[in-house]
Nanobody, 118 residues
């Protein structure tokens, strides 16, 4: 079955950095676009960054120039490097295979909490 295990979150001050990792299993990782999503309290989950099979990346406007998504197909892992973090980046971050901007698999992981606060 599909398993998605996110890690790397934490509490940082504004301007700080974090690197998130997501270990995936149960599907052919290299055949799928992968996405990082986030859900802030009281808000819907949103797609933050996406990386296609060939390495092309897309980002939501609010994180462009600050976040970088990457993948290692040999390790079935997708990463999100987050720099210049802002309080509005505070959310639970999830990964999933991406399908038209939505998570493909219903079995989401537990997510990893990112808190940006002074």
């Amino acid at each position: 079955q599909v398993q998605l295990v996110e890690s790397g979150g934490g509490s940082v001050q504004p301007g700080g950095s974090l690197r998130l990792s997501c270990q995936a299993s149960g599907f052919i990782f290299s055949d799928h676009a992968m996405g990082w999503y986030r859900q802030a309290p009281g808000k819907q989950r949103e797609l933050v960054a996406r990386i296609f099979r060939g390495g092309t990346t897309t980002y939501t406007d609010s994180v462009k120039g600050r976040f970088t998504i990457s993948r290692d197909n040999a390790k079935n892992t997708v990463y999100l490097q987050m720099n210049s973090l802002k309080p509005e980046d505070t959310a639970v971050y999830y990964c999933n295979a991406d399908l038209l901007g939505q998570g493909k698999f219903g079995s989401w992981g537990q997510g990893t909490q990112v808190t940006v606060s002074s």
